[in-house]
T-cell receptor, first 112, second 113 residues
Framework: NAGVTQTPKFQVLKTGQSMTLQCAQD?????MSWYRQDPGMGLRLIHY???????DQGEVPNGYNVSRSTTEDFPLRLLSAAPSQTSVYFC???????????FGPGTRLTVL | GENVEQHPSTLSVQEGDSAVIKCTYS??????FPWYKQELGKRPQLIID?????GEKKDQRIAVTLNKTAKHFSLHITETQPEDSAVYFC????????????FGTGTRLTVIP
C-alpha cells in the first residue's frame, strides 16, 4: 500500500508557465482534496472531489483547475503560474471528508 | 463557511510538563474535530479526533476536550517529550455538504529537554 503519492516533490516555475501536480491514492478513497500551506496560514482547501467525475471549489480555487476521471487520481493544474502561488501543496484522501484524511508527502512549488 | 481560530501560535514547555492548545470554531453545525501533527518537512498526520457526541477523548498522553455550547475544543499533551516538538493543527468539519475540513493556523510546540 503506497497510500497517497505526489509528484514532483519540488518544482520551480517562471511566471506564466503552466504545470500539473500529480496525486494518486491506492486506498479506494472516494474523497480527495488539494490544500496549500503557507507560513502562518495553516492548510487552505483549493479544490476537492467526492468521487470520480465530481469536483468542486474550496476556499482558494482561483488559478487552479482539477479533474477526477478515476477514483485513484486527482491532478491539480496551475493555468498560468504567479508568484502568489509559491507554496507547499498537499493532496489528501479519505473514506469521506468527516474521517481521517491521509496526506501525501507534498510538493514544494516556487514561482519566480 | 467555517472559521477556525487556534491559540497560541507558539508554545514552549519543559520536558515532562503539560501543553494545551485551544481552538474555537464558528459554525454550530460542525461535528467532527481532528488534530494533526506535522513534523518539520513532513506531511500532517492525524493524532486524535473527536465527534460532537463525545465531550472528551483520551489516547495515552493525548486528550481532546470539546465544548459545543462554547464552540471550542482543546488538545492536551501530558508528560511532554522532545519528540512531541512539531506543529499542531486543529480542524473542524461541517455536517452539511461535502463536510470539508477547515484548519486552524497551527501551533508550533517546542519541548525543551
Amino acid at each position: 500500500n503506497a497510500g497517497v503519492t505526489q509528484t514532483p516533490k519540488f518544482q520551480v516555475l517562471k511566471t506564466g508557465q503552466s504545470m500539473t501536480l500529480q496525486c494518486a491514492q491506492d486506498m479506494n478513497h472516494e474523497y480527495m482534496s488539494w490544500y496549500r500551506q503557507d507560513p502562518g496560514m495553516g492548510l487552505r482547501l483549493i479544490h476537492y472531489s467526492v468521487g470520480a467525475g465530481i469536483t468542486d471549489q474550496g476556499e482558494v480555487p482561483n488559478g487552479y483547475n482539477v479533474s477526477r476521471s478515476t477514483t485513484e487520481d486527482f491532478p491539480l493544474r496551475l493555468l498560468s503560474a504567479a508568484p502568489s502561488q509559491t507554496s507547499v501543496y498537499f493532496c489528501a484522501s479519505s473514506y469521506s471528508s468527516a474521517n481521517e484524511q491521509f496526506f501525501g508527502p507534498g510538493t514544494r512549488l516556487t514561482v519566480l | 463557511g467555517e472559521n477556525v481560530e487556534q491559540h497560541p501560535s507558539t508554545l514552549s514547555v519543559q520536558e515532562g510538563d503539560s501543553a494545551v492548545i485551544k481552538c474555537t470554531y464558528s459554525d454550530s453545525a460542525s461535528n467532527y474535530f481532528p488534530w494533526y501533527k506535522q513534523e518539520l518537512g513532513k506531511r500532517p498526520q492525524l493524532i486524535i479526533d473527536i465527534r460532537s457526541n463525545v465531550g472528551e477523548k483520551k489516547d495515552q498522553r493525548i486528550a481532546v476536550t470539546l465544548n459545543k455550547t462554547a464552540k471550542h475544543f482543546s488538545l492536551h499533551i501530558t508528560e511532554t517529550q522532545p519528540e512531541d516538538s512539531a506543529v499542531y493543527f486543529c480542524a473542524a468539519s461541517m455536517s452539511t455538504g461535502a463536510n470539508n475540513l477547515f484548519f486552524g493556523t497551527g501551533t508550533r510546540l517546542t519541548v525543551i529537554p
